[in-house]
């Protein structure tokens, strides 16, 4: 088993800021935790605690996060070696995993962050949408938690994570801001209204942006997972020498697809006359390119907004994350991007959505019941029209 211990020094805000002398988000790094194992009222201020789970894909997260913004600590055990042979995830390979790790490694951030569970104050968990069985475990863990603990339960959509991530590394960050949430499952432009208020300007009709990263991993037999190794391969290629196509390009409507795209991609890899790496370089252009026309057309349909946003697992790449700013610059916007380790899925991201909620309101409010029932397909707008296309994500 791989466990990815990450001790994460954080953003200290007010009166810690000013003490630690720190302005900046520096990322993930090892080395020591900043503890804030003291009673919050002892500075007059409130410090909630909030405990996140995440189990919806193929990583096992635990993280410990304060309302002020501290990730206390957090552990990722990723199974990329167990889903390697396969070349992609497989759920029930995924479940019994989660099943293994997920208790020590709850245990392990606990003690990392020199805290009991009694000290939080909410037990929060992804809830969906994802691969069912890796979700119970995570749900079903955080409501015996909960329970035996008597602490609130928060089922957390596991896009809101993402959704939400931004905020945990950039105290600035105010809503309204327009997303483009682009990971293995979705490839979503939405305007972020507030925490749970979240309007969909337009979705895939067919592959997730990340999904056609994996898809042309496979084809060019960079193994798994894709995302990385496809933007590794195209930093040494020419974007130019291999012709792709762009769909929905100019289209009014900001969809996305990307299923053709990745059908080019076989054909001119079956064409045996490209270097791989021109391939890879080829297909990351028409990928940025897509998405720079669709993000135009949406920062046109959301309206006033304080800043263009990425997030999600895509979010980690270099050369989207630059024609994004780019991008934001032209329209006078901000432009703000999560640091790349809490892009993928992680722990953090689903304790602070967490947070974030129970700032909102009381128990009763914003926490659920004992009786949340995991959801494999969970759409952040439940209003978004459905639209045509082979196989839609919600
Ligand atoms: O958010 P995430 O960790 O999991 C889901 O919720 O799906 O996103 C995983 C996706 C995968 O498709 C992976 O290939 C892609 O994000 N990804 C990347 C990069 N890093 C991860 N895609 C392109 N470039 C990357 N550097
Ligand atoms: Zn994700």
Redesign the pocket.
């Known amino acids: 088993m791989r466990i990815w211990h990450l001790a994460w020094r954080i953003r200290p805000v007010g009166f810690f800021g000013a003490m630690f002398g720190m302005t900046g988000f520096p990322g993930q790094f090892s080395g020591p935790v900043f503890r804030a194992s003291f009673p919050g009222s002892f500075l007059g201020f409130a410090l909630a605690r909030v405990l996140g789970l995440e189990s ?4 096992t997260a635990a993280a410990v996060v304060t309302d002020g913004r501290v990730i206390l600590a957090q552990h990722i055990a990723s199974q990329d070696e167990a889903h390697r042979p396969y070349g992609g995830v497989v759920p029930e390979i995924a479940a019994r995993a989660h099943v293994e790790r997920l208790a020590p490694l709850i245990a392990a951030t606990l003690a990392d962050a020199g805290l009991t569970l009694a000290d939080m104050d909410a037990v929060a968990a992804t809830a969906g949408p ?1 691969l069912i069985g890796g979700v119970m475990v995570g749900l079903v863990s955080a409501k015996a938690l909960a329970m035996a603990a008597d602490k609130p339960l928060i089922a957390i959509n ?2 809101e994570g ?1 959704a939400l991530s931004p905020r945990l590394a950039d105290p600035t960050l105010e809503f309204p801001y327009l997303l483009l949430l ?5 490839c979503q432009l939405l305007r972020v209204d507030g925490v749970g208020r979240y309007r969909r300007l337009a979705t895939t009709i067919d592959d ?4 056609a ?2 898809k042309t ?1 496979k084809i060019l037999g960079l193994g798994y ?4 190794a ?2 590794r391969l195209a930093a040494t290629g020419d974007p130019k020498a291999v012709k792709l196509p762009r769909p929905l390009l100019g289209s009014p409507d900001p969809h996305f697809s990307f299923a053709g795209l990745k059908s080019a991609v076989l054909r001119a890899r079956q064409a045996g006359i490209h270097a791989d790496a021109d391939i890879a370089a080829a297909f ?1 252009q028409a990928a940025i390119d897509c998405v720079l026309d669709r993000a135009a057309r949406a920062i046109v349909a959301a309206g006033p907004v304080t800043a263009l946003v990425v997030a ?9 994350r630059a024609a994004l700013e780019g991008l934001a610059t032209a329209h006078g916007l901000r432009f703000v991007a999560p640091p ?1 380790a809490l ?4 722990a953090a991201m689903i304790a602070w959505a967490g947070v974030e909620r129970l700032a909102l309101g009381g128990r009763e409010a914003l926490t659920d019941g004992l009786d949340f029932v995991a959801r494999p397909r969970w759409p952040l707008d439940p209003e978004a029209e459905p639209v045509r296309g082979a196989g839609v994500k919600a």
């Not at 682009?182 to 979705?186: I, T, W």
């Open positions: 919806s894909c193929d990583e994802g596991h896009l993402h682009a990971s293995g499952g979705h997730a942006l990340g999904e990263f994996d991993a997972p894709g995302g990385p496809v933007e990351q999600g697992g895509v979010a980690a790449n270099r050369a989207i790349l892009c993928t899925d992680n």
